[in-house]
């Protein structure tokens, strides 16, 4: 968390997804994982009306 700067109820925060790090922070964070920034994230596709 000092490393980031931030406290643990941000990271708390962003490990349930009630909120998401701004960008500069999610580069951050990947750095400290060393992971792609594309694998913190999950992409939510929703449903569509088949008929249109």
């Known amino acids: 968390m ?5 406290s643990a109820n941000t990271l708390s925060n962003w490990s349930t997804g009630k909120t998401l790090p701004s960008l500069d922070k999610a580069f951050q964070l ?6 792609k920034v594309d694998d913190l994230y999950e992409r939510e596709v929703e449903e ?5």
């Not at 990947?30 to 992971?35: E, I, K, T």
């Not at 569509?48 to 249109?52: F, L, Q, R």
Request: hydrophobic share 45%; no cysteine.
């Open 30 to 35: 990947a750095d400290f994982l060393g992971v």
């Open 2 to 6: 000092k490393k980031l700067g931030v």
């Open 48 to 52: 569509t009306d088949s008929t249109i």
